[in-house]
């Protein structure tokens, strides 16, 4: 190897060696696309310098400084080792590998089909599930599942699909669908949040809300409002979809803030009105670019949000976001970097 050459990663994973010279370079550039895109602040000259040492670190695996650490949470929580670790253990004992083996701070309970439509018509069943595991875990225990409005389209819901109406010109028929199958999701969310709030769910999550687009933010936020007044003991966290909001919609606005468009440092704003909690900050990585492109770019978008923030900022760092590898097994040696980055340079309150 040569010794002036540092370890390093694609966004896809690839094992690569750069020089330092070259990842400051795609530091600076994952950062200017951050700031040209979506308009952030740029990391000023110590922030950059110290990622740059983050990233050019011999050891294999990094660590945050004593004093750094920050909240461990989870989406699909108890999908992770009876579904894709393919581990044959019931959720009840997936919760309690992660309190008492992993020391993870919170879990979250999840059907595998991950979406609040389909899990309206089993909620009952997940209620009492809750309840039971809740008799024996001590960790915060969340239910979580994804708005997904798309399945409120045809075949699946009784909605045209606006993604084929939009194409054909037919505006006015693409909004009017939108707008219904967000009062039909609005509803579902609602009364699953409902039952397991009831049966003792320390919390709620909306995950990945907006991958339909604004709409699908919207009724992630109405839903999230109602609880919040509903169950003002309950803990609802909303976790995005992207950096950036689209606008399949483009004209729907929540207490007066336009949803599409919107990045980071104002989704958390618009969360916040909501009665959410904490919120989810995602950034997508570009498999075609470098990891120190990603993750200075996610940096860049992640520190501008908890500038701004009122509420927790936890971000979202699994495969393919945050900075993280598009892998289905994510490299240690680029996972333990992100963490740091953004626990020291990000002021994330958690991952």
């Known amino acids: 190897m040569n010794d002036k050459k540092i370890f390093s990663r694609m966004g896809d994973g690839e094992a690569v060696y750069l020089s330092k010279e070259e990842i400051r370079e795609d530091v600076l550039a994952g950062m200017d696309n951050a700031v040209t895109k979506g308009k952030s602040k740029a990391l000023d000259s110590d922030e950059i310098a110290y990622l740059i040492d983050i990233l050019c670190m011999p050891a294999k695996n990094v660590s945050v400084e004593r004093g750094m650490e920050g909240i461990c949470s989870f989406d ?79 075949p699946d819901g009784p909605e045209e699909n606006w993604s084929m109406l939009l194409p054909e010109g037919k505006i006015s028929e693409a909004l009017e669908a939108q707008e219904t199958a967000a009062e039909y999701c609005i509803r579902d969310m609602i009364h699953v949040g409902s039952a ?112 701004v923030a009122d509420i927790p900022v936890f971000v979202d760092v699994g495969m393919g976001v945050g900075g993280i590898p598009l892998t289905n097994c994510s490299p240690t040696d680029a996972t333990t970097r992100v963490s740091k980055t953004m626990m020291e340079i990000g002021k994330a309150d958690g991952l």
């Open 76 to 154: 699909a929580g108890t999908l992770k080792i009876p579904v894709r670790s393919g581990v044959p253990v019931d959720r009840s004992t997936d919760v309690l590998i992660h309190e008492r083996v992993l020391c993870s701070d919170s879990m979250e309970l999840c059907s595998t089909d991950y979406s609040f439509k389909a899990i309206k018509n089993i909620a009952p069943e997940e209620a009492m599930a809750m309840e039971q595991i809740q008799q024996t875990a001590i960790i915060p225990l969340f239910y979580g599942a994804m708005p997904n409005m798309g399945l409120y389209t045809k």
């Open 196 to 307: 397991l709030a009831e049966a003792g769910a320390d919390g709620i999550q909306f995950d990945t809300s907006g991958a339909s687009g604004d709409a699908d933010l919207y009724a992630a936020l109405m839903a999230a409002k109602s609880l919040s007044e509903k169950y003002p003991e309950l803990c609802i966290t909303m976790g995005m979809a992207n950096e950036f909001t689209l606008g399949m919609h483009g004209r729907l606005d929540f207490q007066g803030d336009k949803l599409a468009g919107q990045y980071p440092a104002r989704q958390v704003k618009t969360v916040e009105k909501a009665g959410v909690h904490s919120y989810g900050c995602v950034v997508n990585t570009n498999s075609s670019k470098s990891f120190a492109w990603n993750l200075a770019r996610a940096l860049t978008y992640v520190k501008e949000a908890t500038d």
